[in-house]
């Protein structure tokens, strides 16, 4: 897997308090890193002064949603010659150690979206977020013929060739399952690999 180049984007917004800790976490398994400030009205802005020079932070001057974000993020990692881009939340609700069970999944699926599901039966899942989940899952699938176990992670790892031409009508939060629709009607592999 020589010819991967990748890069981590964290979209945040409000998270002054988890945001250092999980670039921190991030930075012990990927080097490259780029940080998309949403607008946050918080001291998140602040705290992102505080980080390495080689972290890439790009800022929004408001808020423009989760998949906005996501976007231009996509598009500096586009730029800057990245091959595959891992996503992960801001507010430290993923583990940066679950890095490398992505980066395994890669050997599977080296040109599509892996996406890392976490275990909805746990006992500290909320009951509303474990409905709303598989509720997604299975209209996912009815749409798609795609069985994917957890739909609503932010959590993947993207191939950046395979998002080409992919486009989204939405730029809040429901824009990461609107993007794995468009990816799986486009013809994309999706799969998924285990995360805490």
Known sequence: MADIHLCVII????????????IEDVYHYVDDIIVVNDG?????????????????????????????????????????????IITIDADGQHFASDIPVLLSAL????QGIIVGHRNLTEKNMPRGNTFANM???????IQTSVNLPDTQSGYRLYTLSSL????????????ELELLVFAAWAGVKITSAPVR
């Open 40 to 84: 946050s009205t918080d001291s998140t802005s602040e705290r992102l002064c505080q980080v390495r020079k080689d972290i890439c932070v790009i800022s929004h001057g408001r808020n423009k949603g989760k998949g906005a974000a996501l976007l231009t993020g996509i598009h500096a990692a586009k730029a800057k010659g990245f091959t595959h």
């Open 11 to 22: 979209p945040t917004y409000n998270n002054e308090k988890t945001i250092l800790k999980v």
């Open 164 to 175: 080409k031409g992919l486009r989204l009508i939405t730029s809040r939060y429901e824009s």
């Open 135 to 141: 509720f997604s899952n299975f209209w996912f699938r």
């Open 107 to 110: 050997e599977c699926n080296q």
